[in-house]
């Protein structure tokens, strides 16, 4: 079990060396900087907490509910306006997908299937690639 430990710590810094996660990390560095987004995601993140507040209550106001989702959302929408939130989405997805390229990566090599669900015969005649 160690030796899966230790493989895993090595992919994790692999992954760390890559260009999307360095690519993340800078554009997570400038969002932090960027004042106009800081102030506008502590305003979603306290109406997100309002929300949690209120379902925690056994009869949440659901006018109180959309309304807080709505701002919720439009503050979502101007975020995604600001140039350093837009670069940072961009950056985790592109890390995100990443990940799942490893996880499968992973999977077929484990498993011999790929998500379609094809498995390998251990034949190339009949196989669509590893790819």
């Not at 900087?33 to 306290?46: D, G, R, T, V």
């Amino acid at each position: 079990m160690d030796m899966v430990f230790e493989k895993t710590r090595e992919l994790g810094e692999a992954l760390q060396q890559s260009d999307a996660y360095k690519r993340m990390k800078a554009a997570e560095e400038k969002a932090m900087q960027n004042m106009e987004a800081a102030e506008m995601m502590a305003s979603y993140l306290e109406k997100r907490n309002e929300i949690q507040e209120m379902m925690e209550v056994e009869n949440p106001d659901p006018g109180a509910m959309k309304r807080l989702s709505d701002e919720m959302d439009s503050i979502q929408e101007r975020l995604q306006m600001v140039d350093d939130i837009a670069e940072l989405t961009a950056a985790r997805s592109e890390f995100n997908a990443l990940i799942g390229q490893v996880n499968q990566v992973l999977q077929f090599i484990v498993t011999g299937r790929m998500d379609d669900g094809s498995a390998c015969s251990g034949s190339c005649e009949s196989c669509k690639g590893c790819h």
